[in-house]
């Protein structure tokens, strides 16, 4: 039986890009001090790769061939410059003229802290949660403009321009490539988080267009979470998130009928559950469930993980584990309250409870909470469904339909309607 086919050389590239950018990145900010330099050197050595490989073939360390490539241009840069002198002497130094790889001794202790510093960086206060989004994947996760913007629905001009803004406002607020420390870790550590949180809950459930999931988005999600986690070992809710993202993402197949429907958790063919990012999941709440256990604190990630595992674990969803439920969203209220919070608080006791108790939990948010969204009457409808008041159950989907942007879960709501009035007539 043959085995599988090797990758072409543009596959191998684009590996490797995937792979190395923020550490290609990350390193040559380090070195130039320029963020906007190391990113064009960082693409020029890409496309020397492009012209080069396909002919000489790929090279033994792909990632240090990049590197020197990218230093080699970068010094060339400064050379014709003709100034920065000292920069072209300490970029020029540890090339090696008889192999033309770089001498990375001196660097393998930056290398990895490079990266996280780039994660902080793109994560800076200064900008927005979608600007912080658009960077992320470009410097961290290697993505091209057009698939991120591709990801997110939006025209690759407006995505360029937002991550062009995003740059120049990094500029002019003078942003150190140094990791915070102390109080502004801390801070920083959590909009880091939010945004790979961000990305994958993107693709889990696309905010608008034709397709219910946009897998590119929630795979790099759960790589930026696996490379968080393992630049940052020590710190129980990067564990949580890896956790939740990967516990979350193993339902994707069951997701989807074969028609391409979207389907209800309780509806899914839990067979089709992808084993293997459950058990990663599990081993990192575990991981953060160990951290925890040694006095470090714990946050929503990681409460939410736990929450994901009690549906993984549940072999048909009238296993799953309700009351646990309900009381871990009660714990995750009093550690970061929120409308969103308490509408899946509501999902909860609803079902540990009955739907009289769902209801009250909705009744008690404040009139306006998450005006504009679906979540809340879609949620409404199902506990009156439940509290077999179909009339209004399909009411109150009809509306919910109305405020959703994506078609999949626009038809989803509007069937789960026409189910409610089938049942009421």
Known sequence: ???????????????TWREESARLVGALTRMTGDLDLAEDMAQEALVSALEQWPTHGVPANPAAWLMTTAKRRAVDTFRRADNLRRKTEELGHGLSEEDGMPDLSSQVDFIEDDVLRLIFLSCHPQLTAESRAALTLRLVGGLTTTEIARGFLAAETTMGQ??????????????????????????????????????????????????????????EAIRLARMLADLMPDEPEVHGLQAL?????????????TDGRPVLLDDQDRSLWDE??????????????????KGNPVGRYYLQAAIASCHARAATAEETDWRTIAQLYDVLAEAAPGPVVEVNRAVAHGRA??????LAVLDALPDGALAGSHLLPSVRGDLLARAGRHDEAAAVFREAATLTRNESEQALLIGRAEESERAGS
Not at 250 to 255: E, K
Not at 279 to 285: D, E, K, T, V, W
Request: hydrophobic share 45%; net charge negative.
């Open 276 to 293: 293997l990012l459950v058990r990663r999941g599990l081993a990192a709440l575990e991981r953060a469930q160990r951290l925890a256990a």
């Open 353 to 358: 409870s009955d739907p009289a108790a769902g």
């Open 245 to 257: 993202l990967e516990l979350q993402a193993s339902r994707g197949t069951a997701r989807l009928d």
């Open 162 to 219: 937002r991550i062009s803004r995003a740059k120049k406002t990094l500029s002019e607020a003078r942003a150190e490539f140094e990791l915070p420390v102390g109080e502004e870790r801390a801070a920083r550590l959590d909009d880091v988080m939010a945004v790979i949180y961000l990305i994958f809950n993107e693709g889990y459930t696309a905010t608008a267009g034709d397709d219910w999931m946009r897998p590119e988005l929630t795979n």
């Open 1 to 15: 039986m043959a085995g599988p086919a090797a990758p072409t050389t543009a596959e191998a590239i684009t590996a």
